[in-house]
């Protein structure tokens, strides 16, 4: 069986790094010239800007601080168009890249798809053309990534756009306390540069994910990359954000385990004993008192009004548990189904504070259902790759704790979400890697039209002419 041809690829930012200037005794023949590696370099630098402005940092809180949707501002909307143009120009520069990976891209096509068909029954179409367009550019934002970058990039992308945010939070927290820290709900917890605790804490929770897998990764900066862990985790702590705390704590010790699985492979019994152990004993213990659990971690037994809320939601649910009221459409009517909610929960409720909750609001149950195969196949393919070490543990780490966060948080599917994209990011790149494996060549090879087809046989030559 001949081998496949090697994938063409775009240089990587590792590959071309230090490929300015030959070295000494090699030829300059296939030197890059110093415009690539520029361009590749600023490419990077243009990449860390895109991640860092999909936080959405800072806006809302400076200027839209008691809107309940400061996305409808109208003139915010516009400055996420430096970020649509680079995506756009990225992702036809490299347009044979996302070409390659497209087959991986079809199941979050059909995730936007069913999104998109729910402007038909919204009841709120506006928003939700306005919302579906933007999922757009994300998405193939999401792609562009996935499609360019590799795994240790994606990581140090991550990594260095978290810790230009962490600066900032600091710096907001310390120099403008009245902004960066809460003031009346949630006095003395830290919100940095944007408007909520929580956002900042699973935020700094990412760049915590990604600063430990980039020292993992990277032993000659990994002082460096440790440090901005230990400026994450702090923010982490000081957001009071338990969610974020959790997962954050939850998916470090889970990179711990791997670590020293993968190098002492004995040591893997013990570490799934233990922690199969830890999730019982929590399981057991919970199920004994949650009341004294929930205390443990700093809850009340309403989990912060969040159940109040769910119970809320879910009798809006039953009124359209098939389609729902169409994608981003049910909160941004004040006068709509959402004042419902509101007034039986006493407070400005913005979201259903769950992502599945979410998702039934807005897509219904056929809606959740997609979603939720999208997660499990997303799961499914990263622990495919459980003992991989070229992303550092960032992937199952970043995808265990979004999971958790889905929980608590609506950020499955969400428009101009950070954490939505990255996830996008993560599952085509799985389902990419996945689908280039040696395994589904072979198989791909066995097709009718294959390398390993059987040759189109020959018509057989009429029999000669006997003689007479």
């Given at each position: 069986?001949?081998?496949?041809?090697?994938?063409?690829?775009?240089?990587?930012?590792?590959?071309?790094?230090?490929k300015?200037?030959?070295?000494?005794?090699t030829?300059?023949?296939?030197?890059?010239?110093?415009?690539?590696?520029?361009?590749?370099?600023?490419?990077?630098?243009?990449?860390?800007?895109?991640?860092?402005?999909?936080?959405?940092?800072?806006?809302?809180?400076?200027?839209a601080?008691?809107?309940?949707?400061?996305?409808?501002?109208?003139?915010?909307?516009?400055?996420?168009?430096?970020?649509?143009?680079?995506?756009?120009?990225?992702?036809?520069?490299?347009?044979?890249a996302?070409?390659?990976?497209?087959?991986?891209?079809?199941?979050?096509?059909?995730?936007?798809?069913?999104?998109?068909?729910?402007?038909?029954?919204?009841?709120?179409?506006?928003?939700?053309?306005?919302?579906?367009?933007?999922l757009?550019?994300?998405?193939?934002?999401?792609?562009?990534?996935?499609?360019?970058?590799?795994?240790?990039?994606?990581?140090?992308?991550?990594?260095?756009?978290?810790?230009?945010?962490?600066v900032?939070?600091?710096?907001?927290?310390?120099?403008?306390?009245r902004?960066?820290?809460?003031?009346?709900?949630?006095?003395?917890?830290?919100?940095?540069?944007?408007?909520?605790?929580?956002?900042?804490?699973?935020?700094?929770?990412?760049?915590?994910?990604?600063?430990?897998?980039c020292?993992?990764?990277?032993?000659?900066?990994?002082?460096?990359?440790?440090?901005?862990?230990l400026?994450?985790?702090?923010?982490?702590?000081?957001?009071?954000?338990?969610?974020?705390?959790?997962?954050?704590?939850?998916?470090i010790?889970?990179?711990?385990?791997?670590?020293?699985?993968?190098?002492?492979?004995?040591?893997?019994?013990?570490?799934?004993?233990?922690?199969?152990?830890?999730?019982?004993?929590?399981?057991?213990?919970?199920?004994?008192?949650?009341?004294?659990?929930l205390?443990?971690?700093?809850?009340?037994?309403?989990?912060?009004?969040?159940?109040?809320?769910?119970?809320?939601?879910?009798?809006?649910?039953?009124?359209?548990?098939?389609?729902?009221?169409?994608?981003?459409?049910?909160?941004?009517n004040?006068?709509?189904?959402?004042?419902?909610?509101?007034?039986?929960?006493?407070?400005?409720?913005?979201?259903?504070?769950?992502?599945?909750?979410?998702?039934?609001?807005?897509?219904?149950?056929?809606?959740?259902?997609?979603?939720?195969?999208?997660?499990?196949?997303?799961?499914?393919?990263?622990?495919?790759?459980?003992?991989?070490?070229?992303?550092?543990?960032?992937?199952?780490?970043y995808?265990?704790?979004?999971?958790?966060?889905?929980?608590?948080?609506?950020?499955i599917?969400?428009?101009?979400?950070?954490?939505?994209?990255?996830f996008?990011?993560?599952?085509?790149?799985?389902?990419?890697?996945?689908?280039?494996?040696?395994?589904?060549?072979a198989?791909r090879?066995?097709?009718?039209?294959?390398?390993?087809?059987?040759?189109?046989?020959?018509?057989s030559?009429?029999?000669?002419?006997?003689r007479?």
């Open positions: 069986m001949p081998e496949p041809p090697p994938t063409p690829r775009s240089p990587r930012i590792e590959d071309l790094a230090n300015g200037v030959p070295s000494r005794g030829p300059a023949i296939n030197t890059p010239p110093d415009t690539r590696v520029t361009f590749v370099r600023l490419e990077a630098a243009v990449a860390i800007g895109m991640v860092t402005m999909s936080s959405a940092p800072l806006f809302p809180l400076l200027y601080p008691t809107t309940l949707d400061a996305a409808e501002v109208v003139w915010m909307r516009y400055l996420w168009l430096p970020v649509y143009a680079a995506t756009v120009f990225f992702a036809a520069w490299h347009f044979r996302l070409r390659r990976a497209a087959p991986a891209f079809i199941p979050t096509v059909v995730l936007f798809g069913f999104a998109a068909a729910s402007l038909s029954w919204s009841i709120e179409p506006d928003i939700t053309l306005r919302r579906i367009e933007a757009a550019f994300n998405s193939l934002l999401s792609l562009y990534l996935a499609a360019r970058f590799g795994w240790r990039d994606l990581a140090r992308i991550v990594a260095a756009a978290m810790a230009i945010l962490a900032g939070s600091w710096v907001m927290c310390v120099g403008f306390p902004l960066g820290i809460h003031q009346a709900a949630n006095a003395g917890a830290w919100r940095g540069v944007w408007p909520e605790k929580n956002e900042l804490g699973f935020v700094m929770a990412v760049g915590a994910q990604a600063s430990v897998a020292a993992l990764l990277d032993a000659r900066w990994r002082r460096a990359w440790l440090a901005s862990a400026l994450c985790a702090a923010l982490v702590v000081l957001s009071r954000s338990g969610t974020a705390i959790i997962c954050l704590v939850g998916s010790a889970l990179a711990i385990g791997l670590a020293s699985s993968r190098r002492h492979p004995i040591r893997a019994i013990g570490v799934a004993f233990f922690g199969g152990s830890l999730v019982l004993a929590l399981a057991f213990m919970t199920a004994l008192d949650l009341p004294w659990m205390e443990l971690i700093g809850k009340d037994p309403t989990l912060t009004g969040r159940t109040e809320v769910w119970a809320a939601v879910a009798h809006r649910v039953a009124d359209r548990p098939i389609l729902g009221y169409g994608y981003e459409a049910f909160w941004h004040l006068f709509g189904p959402a004042l419902l909610v509101r007034h039986e929960a006493q407070w400005a409720v913005p979201s259903a504070h769950n992502g599945w909750l979410e998702i039934l609001l807005e897509l219904g149950w056929v809606g959740a259902i997609l979603a939720a195969a999208y997660v499990a196949l997303t799961l499914w393919t990263v622990m495919r790759r459980l003992f991989v070490r070229t992303d550092g543990f960032w992937a199952i780490m995808v265990a704790a979004f999971v958790a966060s889905s929980l608590s948080e609506s950020e599917e969400k428009q101009n979400s950070l954490e939505w994209i990255l996008a990011t993560i599952s085509i790149k799985l389902l990419a890697d996945l689908l280039a494996s040696p395994v589904a060549a198989l090879s066995m097709r009718p039209d294959g390398p390993m087809a059987a040759p189109p046989t020959r018509p030559a009429p029999a000669p002419a006997a007479r």
